[in-house]
């Protein structure tokens, strides 16, 4: 068997950078202290107010969503009434509007059905009707004499101006 037996030496250090003798000695002086950078408070109120400001504007949108949302539930609300309503009216419109319905309101107001159409030829001031005997059974009819002044002018057909009066910008 062998015998092994560690070998211990001395740790040899080498020299640091071995300074001549010529060289000069550095010349050391005493600064002052930095000056510290102030104080962090006003970078931390800075901090909060934005922190501040930001939940501010988030609890002001929110508030503005939930109205806008509540407008917006009552105006479909009103809108789908207003809908049915207008359902209802055009429904009681149409029943309203049919013959039978429009002959039984002209029975109560006291009108009776037309038998015998008679017709008045304004230029000649005579009656005209469709049959020979209408004639002697109805009287005839004299059209008052109406004054200028209360006279109702006849209408002008607008096809054939006599005046152009033009869009307005031909001035310009």
């Not at 037996?5 to 020299?15: C, N």
Request: with cysteine; hydrophobic share 40%.
């Amino acid at each position: 068997m062998a015998s092994t037996s560690a070998v211990r030496s001395v740790a040899v250090r080498p020299l640091r950078n071995p300074r001549p003798a010529s060289w000069p000695t550095p010349r050391l002086t005493v600064l002052a202290a930095p000056k510290a950078a102030g104080s962090a408070m006003p970078f931390t109120l800075l901090c909060t107010a934005i922190v501040v400001a930001t939940l501010a504007a988030l609890l002001y949108l929110n508030i503005q969503m939930s109205d806008t949302s509540y407008e917006i539930n009552r105006l479909q609300i009103q809108s789908q009434r207003l809908t049915e309503e207008q359902q209802s009216l055009a429904a009681t419109n149409e029943r309203l509007g049919t013959p039978q319905e429009l002959e039984r309101q002209a029975r109560e107001l006291g009108m009776v059905p037309v038998s015998d159409p008679a017709y008045i030829d304004l230029d000649t001031r005579t009656v005209l009707s469709g049959t020979v005997g209408a004639e002697a059974a109805a009287p005839a009819v004299q059209l008052a004499e109406v004054p200028a002044e209360q006279a109702v002018p006849p209408a002008q057909i607008y096809d054939q101006p006599q005046v152009y009066h033009g869009m307005g910008n031909e001035g310009a």
